[in-house]
Nanobody, 123 residues
């Protein structure tokens, strides 16, 4: 089992920045493909960004604004979010996968999930 705990959410104005963190335990972190998903009220959960060894993959809606990174020594995943927009408002979830198709950022390919942290962007 993998335990994931997110932190760093909050409320910001449009154009602001937030940094999310996700601390993992219970598994060899550097063997996991890690990702961030988000879900807004009434919408499906969508992949935001994922990372394997070093290279991140991003949803088109966040390219150039969000950066995913990981620190394997600290068992921690990060999401730096800049130039935030009201449409970025959602619950953000950290997820871990042992699936070779994890890079597709589809929820069904992820084995472990955190409880989520709320991000609210006001205009």
């Amino acid at each position: 089992q993998v335990q994931l705990v997110e932190s760093g959410g909050g409320s910001v104005q449009s154009g602001g920045s937030l940094r999310l963190s996700c601390e993992a335990s219970g598994h060899t972190f550097n063997t996991l493909y890690m990702a961030w998903f988000r879900q807004a009220p009434g919408k499906e959960r969508e992949g935001v960004a994922g990372i394997g060894d070093r290279i991140g993959t991003y949803a088109d809606s966040v390219k150039g604004r969000f950066t995913i990174s990981r620190d394997n020594a600290k068992n921690t995943l990060y999401l730096q979010m800049n130039s935030l927009k009201p449409e970025d408002t959602a619950m953000y979830y950290c997820a871990a996968s042992v699936n070779s198709a994890a890079w597709l950022l589809l929820p069904r390919n992820y084995n472990f999930w955190g409880q989520g942290t709320q991000v609210t962007v006001s205009s």
